[in-house]
């Protein structure tokens, strides 16, 4: 039907001849050198060598007809368009009706060859079928569905759900902002015209190709997110923080393969990590039990609870030795005992500790009304107070450093030091701190 689709009864569905303008009339000619698009001649201009720009009367050319046999000898393309336009148009089982609209051929003619060819033809349903399936494998990974059995969200621009949801609309199956989101860009100048030179013809298809290029890596990115579930980003995050700190940095490192392998494969591949850290803690458990002669579980519960009580006296005398560096100081001291109700209270330390080592402290920085103040947290609040540092200087620092480790992998101390140009102990005290709180790595 595919092939038969090019020749229609109605002189006005063909294109006009080039040379006369005239509707074409079968048999008429394809120049098989020119296009696109299709250059067609009536036989008229055709003898007469009509050329016009780039095409030549010695070009090699096709006679267009449909006068021949396709599925029966004696039904030739044309009566084959004409069957199937006038049972469109008359309705199936209307044989009279279509036997009257073809002319040429009898209402049992007409019903025969139409159930014999187009109904009970086991290879033409086959044909249909495999149709069907390349189109369905064409278009199969054209877009992202969102499968569910609710109505999709439809989040809001700007919204908290947008924002968890990375700008994702569902029923859409695209993103707000997609991945090379002006690759389109590109295009919006190119028009093929008739005119156009060889060169720049190939110019445009190649830029056409390159556009195609970045439409499939924008697909494939697309397909990792959704296979990974990707999409809610705070959920990711959720989900990783049920492993240890150690297999977090791993999940972390090892993210960057989830692209090679599948989501199931990537999940058992963490996993097992994370079996092998468990595995390793609990041998290196067993071995000091066995360095400290100890053969049976029994005596490891004594063992344990006899270390633990240990670390709680060293943790006295380690608050002790504390408290005796602030003892010449009233202020500094009523500062670490209001600090050490507030630890045993389980609430965050409210007054940082300044160090009193023979010298007069330092009352800690007042951020009230400073600018980017509400911008920290309160842990960055009291690193802030303590190093008597304004907040909008200490963002700058955080920035230039984060920069860097991202750079870099990680950051050692002289680097962080040669990138902020302060006083080298309060660099010290924040390049620990974003250590410490996750925010750089070391080198």
């Known amino acids: ?81 004409a069957l199937l336009e006038a049972v469109m148009d008359c309705g199936f089982g209307n044989w009279q009706d279509v036997a009257n609209q073809m002319c040429t051929k009898t209402k049992e003619e007409c019903e025969k060859h139409y159930m014999k060819h187009f109904i009970n033809n086991p290879l033409f349903a086959s044909t249909l079928l495999n149709l069907k399936q390349a189109e369905e494998a064409k278009t199969a990974d054209t877009a992202i569905p969102f499968h569910s059995t609710d109505d999709p969200p439809r989040p809001t621009f700007d919204s908290l759900l947008s924002r968890d949801m990375a700008g994702y609309m569902p029923a859409r199956a695209d993103f707000i902002e997609e991945f090379d989101n002006y690759a389109e860009w590109d295009l919006r100048d190119i028009d093929f015209v008739e005119d156009d030179s060889d060169i720049l013809h190939a110019l445009k298809m190649a830029v056409v190709d390159i556009y195609h290029s970045r439409l499939k890596e924008r697909q494939r990115r697309k397909k990792i997110i959704r296979d990974h579930g990707l999409i809610n980003l705070r959920k990711f995050q959720l989900m990783e923080r049920r492993y240890p700190k150690e297999v977090q940095d791993l999940y972390e490192t090892m993210r960057r393969f989830a692209r090679i392998v599948g989501p199931v494969e990537h999940d058992k591949f963490i996993e097992s990590h994370a079996l092998e850290f468990e595995l390793r803690r609990e041998i290196k458990r067993l071995q000091e039990y066995r360095t400290a002669g100890i053969t049976n579980f029994c005596s490891a519960r004594t063992y344990d609870h006899l270390k633990k009580t240990r670390e709680e006296e060293r943790l006295k005398r380690t608050m ?101 140009k302060i006083d080298v102990n309060k660099t010290r005290k924040i390049y620990d701190f974003l250590i410490r709180e996750g925010y750089i790595t070391k080198a």
């Open 1 to 81: 039907m595919d092939r038969l689709s090019s020749f229609s009864n109605d002189p006005s569905d063909k294109p006009p001849c080039r040379g006369c303008s005239s509707y074409l009339m079968e048999p008429y000619i394809k120049c098989a050198e020119c296009g696109p698009p299709p250059f067609f001649l009536c036989l008229q201009c055709f003898t007469r060598g009509f050329e016009y720009k780039k095409h030549q009367s010695d070009h090699t050319y096709e006679i267009m007809t449909s006068d021949f046999p396709v599925l029966d000898p004696s039904w030739t393309a044309q009566e084959e368009m």
């Open 320 to 420: 002790l030795s504390e408290v005796l560096q602030y003892i010449q100081d009233s202020s500094a001291c009523q500062q670490w005992l209001r600090r050490q109700a507030d630890i045993d209270s389980g609430l965050s330390p409210s007054v940082p500790m300044t160090s009193n080592s023979g010298r007069r402290s330092v009352p800690p920085l007042n951020l009230t009304g400073l600018p980017g103040t509400e911008k920290l947290n309160e842990k960055e609040k009291e690193l802030c107070q303590m190093v008597r540092l304004v907040p909008g200087a200490y963002l700058e620092y955080k920035s230039a450093l984060l920069n860097e480790c991202n750079k870099q992998g990680g950051l050692r101390l002289a680097q962080a030091r040669a990138l902020i």
